[in-house]
């Protein structure tokens, strides 16, 4: 693994590291930006077969006495990656898979890797696949949303309290190419009644943000 913590504040341009979400999450909302920052990742790290940010992450970010935040190790990832229905491309709610307690998306992002690997590089569609992953936690949320979208993966993100239902956004995240090659665009869900009913929200708290870069998928919606 060559990121580190001090490497990833000198791509995004953080000075101090606890502010190392808050920087990535404003770079994710402009597309230019964010795609220069993925290359910039990709040219120091470029298998993204697992979470880099797991260990960064638990070291030096995560709330363990608060929140008793702990992350997934890769290892552990990778093993229930590979055991979670293995021949099941898609859920009877239409998710290949999904995590209530996501964090920073490493249980994800190895069932995204075992998926993809079961076909030929020319034969994998991003398409094929929908994930689906909630988390309260206003830290993990940038580093969930930025692996996502740099590996081209489908998927919605909720910020949300999972027992009471209580949202600040939700994410859909579209790999609009269905090129594997390609990074996905980024959408907040606007808060209707059929945010509310698809995705059982019960509530909302925070500021409502706008941001649609893939209009064509919210022709029924109020944009």
Same mark, same amino acid.
């Given at each position: @693994? ?57 070291? #030096? ?12 190790? #890769? ?8 055991? !979670? #229905? ?31 690997i079961k076909h030929l590089p020319w034969d994998y569609n991003p398409s #094929? ?27 919605? !993100? ?7 239902r209580i949202a600040e956004q939700v994410y859909f995240v579209v790999n ?12 907040? @869900? ?32 109020? !944009?």
């Open positions: @693994m060559k990121l580190t913590i001090e490497k990833c504040a000198e791509i995004v341009g953080c000075k101090e590291h606890s502010y190392l979400g808050d920087e990535i999450f404003a770079v994710l909302f402009d597309k230019k930006r964010r795609e220069g920052m993925f290359l910039a990742f990709l040219e120091v790290e470029p298998d993204v077969s697992t979470d880099w940010f797991v260990d960064i992450f638990g070291a #030096n970010i995560a709330s363990l006495k608060s929140l008793k935040q702990h992350y997934t190790p #890769n290892a552990a990832a990778k093993l229930l990656g590979e055991l !979670v #229905n293995p021949k099941v491309e898609v859920l009877k709610d239409g998710y290949t898979a999904y995590d209530p307690t996501a964090g920073t998306g490493t249980l994800l992002i190895a069932k995204w890797q075992q998926d993809r #094929n696949y929908f994930y689906r992953a909630e988390d309260i936690s206003k830290k993990n949320i940038p580093f969930l949303l930025f692996n996502f979208l740099i590996r081209g993966m489908n998927a919605i !993100v909720i910020q949300v309290d999972t027992l009471t609009e190419k269905n090129d594997s090659l390609s990074f996905s665009y980024l959408n907040v @869900m606007p808060r209707t009644a059929l945010t509310e009913k698809t995705f059982y929200i019960k509530g909302w708290e925070g500021t409502a943000i706008i941001h649609i870069e893939s209009p064509n998928y919210f022709e029924d919606e109020e !944009v």
